[in-house]
């Protein structure tokens, strides 16, 4: 699902800025060469939220149980944590292929060699969580998203804005017109021949057009976590314009949403009872086909139409260059949220740690009270504390050591 490298490690150093105790070089879902330093620990702050916001999903009460002011947490939880750690999982694939300038020659090579090694252990950690946990898992996705960026990153921040932008556009009803012929006989026969969906029920199609976390929908944000890194996060005008950019999407997408599909268009399908993580597919099980085409109008969490797309970017947006402004600008702040930007700098132990935990711990399923917070307040402390004691002593956490072995054998390409 490490700093600011998916569901992965952060960061080159901020120019003119003094390196930062405790932050690792590598988070969780995809990892950095080195530790994070300057502006960039407002990346690691932004996985950590990412990483709370799937506890929230995953743990949490659900949205039907919730009213107020945790009800809005809640949905703003459902969809948008997600989506967020999808978009610093692009953030994150450009610290390893070069931030602000792609590396050539050998050293792109072997950066292009990381990423795809990177892709292959998420695909099959993945796998098999999903064989354990269901296709709620992320990991798998990550893996098919790392593969097909990976030709796309020495383009230019407008070439990848443009491509993101694109996708937003059409994707979402490309994915309509290939669900609605995907029927039940035709997913049969492919997933019939496809060694994934025999292991997990997580296959090909999943991963691609069906799945909770769909790449035909999902690859945007990717594409556009890439672009975002290409850019000076240093500069107080870059941060002001995306802060304005993020602004207006988020208003368009939503605002347009609600004039065209009426109240209803933001609404989540977790409001319906306990969400196991979204889906990112388009609802095209049931009804006619003209209330499917009128679905792509709507905006709500894992809609997966182009409202939600664009919208969402504009949230995590602003998530980012918010984060991004308070490690910088509050430097109280900061200290106090060392702790927490620990976990962003090893949410991939974090994240796979969350369903580990529930698994093991025998009481779980028969004392967790579905709509009490208390559960989720634990899981969270209990992710600080032991990021912040981890972090003390090493510079990446344990699944992240074991993602960064993984890529040593990229140093022997010529």
Known sequence: MTHSQPLQGTSAPRENSPPQPRTSPESAVPAS????????????????????????????????????????????????????????????????????EPKTGLAG???????????????????????????????AFYGVYFLLALPLV??????????????????????FALNSLLTEPVRQSVDAYDPLHRLSDVGVLDL??????????????????????????SATAVLWRLAALGAALTVAAYGMSLLLAGKDALRSTAEDGPSSGGSGSMPLDSGSLQSHASSLLTAGPHSGTTFDIVGSVGVAILMIVGATVAMDRLPRLR????????????????????????????WFGATHDEESWVTLIMFVLGAIVFAAIWSHFFRRGPLEYLLNAATKPAKHIR
């Open 33 to 100: 060469p080195g530790p994070s330093t300057g502006r960039l620990v407002g990346v690691d702050l932004a996985r950590a939220l990412a990483v709370f916001g799937m506890y929230v999903v995953h743990i949490g009460p659900p949205l039907s149980a919730t009213d107020g002011v945790a009800s809005r947490l809640r949905y703003m939880a459902d969809g948008h944590s997600s989506v967020l750690f999808a978009t610093l999982a692009g953030f994150s694939l450009m610290l390893i292929a070069g931030r602000r």
């Open 208 to 233: 691609l057009f069906t799945g909770f976390y769909p790449t035909i929908t999902w690859i945007p944000f990717v594409i556009a976590g890439m672009a975002l890194a290409r850019l000076d996060l």
């Open 335 to 362: 200290r106090l949220a060392d702790p927490v930007v620990a976990v962003g700098t090893m949410s991939l132990t974090a994240y796979v740690g969350h369903f580990v935990i529930q698994g093991w711990l025998p």
């Open 154 to 175: 020495r383009l230019r921040a407008r070439t990848l804005a443009i491509i993101a932008a694109a996708l937003a556009l059409v994707t979402p009803q490309l994915s």
């Open 109 to 139: 090579r072997q950066a292009r060699a990381r990423i795809a090694i990177r892709a292959v252990v998420l695909l099959a950690l993945g796998t098999v969580m999903a064989m354990e946990y269901g296709e709620v898992v992320i990991l």
